[in-house]
């Protein structure tokens, strides 16, 4: 089974801090997203890669950085983390068949994040 | 916005079938319908997809309309373990990472 592995499961900061949110892929998937998911609002796509090196805005990337130095591994970082950004934080990876419409994603279980 | 609309709550008994309904009456020809789960506090699952014909897999089966406006997932024998929210999902832009997750249908699996 494909196995999506994030970091830590429970974090709290303090705001200001700089916080890094790990997340690594064992079954060489080429794409990788976070989502940030809160009660009434769905689930929301901060950034994604599709290559190593290569990152993409997706909805709410601001207040956010990503990095992707190797393909297992796609981290999220809150450069100065606020009080807006406590929420679950959701890692996935996938790959593709055919075109770009036909796409399976693989989440982790998450990381609830409470900033104080 | 997602461009598919499901029922907030649904229930039903374990062991019967669960019928899942969702519209997506502007999906395009080449868009995918797409269905995950999220069981409470974990990260959602992928069930099935499909784009014109109908799917089945070990955990579901997926009807697809003619007109491809409207589906259902059905879960032919539900157990209490299938109680959790469900997204009916329509891709809305060309690219990786484009599935917009809506609010779902939370299914209530009852004894």
């Known amino acids: 089974d494909v196995k999506v592995t994030q970091s830590s499961r429970y974090l709290v900061k303090r705001t200001g801090e700089k916080v890094f949110l790990e997340c690594v892929q064992d079954m060489d998937h080429e794409n990788m997203f976070w989502y940030r998911q809160d009660p009434g609002l769905g689930l929301r796509l901060i950034y994604f890669s599709y290559d190593v090196k290569m990152k993409e805005k997706g909805d709410i990337p601001e207040g956010y950085s990503v990095s992707r130095e190797k393909k297992e591994r796609f981290s999220l970082i809150l450069e100065s983390a606020s009080t807006n950004q406590t929420s679950m934080y959701l890692c996935?990876?996938?790959?593709?068949?055919?075109?770009?419409?036909?796409?399976?994603?693989?989440f982790g279980s998450g990381t609830q994040l409470s900033v104080l | 916005d997602a461009k598919t609309t499901q029922p907030p709550s649904m229930d039903c008994a374990e062991g019967r079938a669960a019928n899942l309904p969702c519209n997506h009456s502007?999906?395009?020809?080449?868009?995918?319908v797409y269905w995950y789960r999220q069981i409470h506090s974990q990260g959602p699952q992928y069930i099935i997809h499909?784009?014109?014909n109908n799917e089945t897999n070990e955990m579901a089966s997926l009807i697809i309309t003619e007109d491809r406006k409207s589906s259902t997932l059905i879960l032919p024998h539900a157990t209490l373990r299938d109680t959790a929210v469900y997204y009916c999902?329509?891709?809305?832009?060309?690219?990786?990472?484009?599935?917009?997750f809506g609010k779902g249908t939370k299914l209530s699996v009852k004894p």
């Open positions: 502007t999906i395009s020809g080449n868009e995918y």
């Open positions: 499909g784009l014109k």
């Open positions: 996935a990876s996938s790959f593709v068949v055919g075109d770009t419409s036909n796409e399976k994603l693989f």
């Open positions: 999902i329509v891709r809305i832009r060309k690219g990786q990472g484009n599935l917009i």
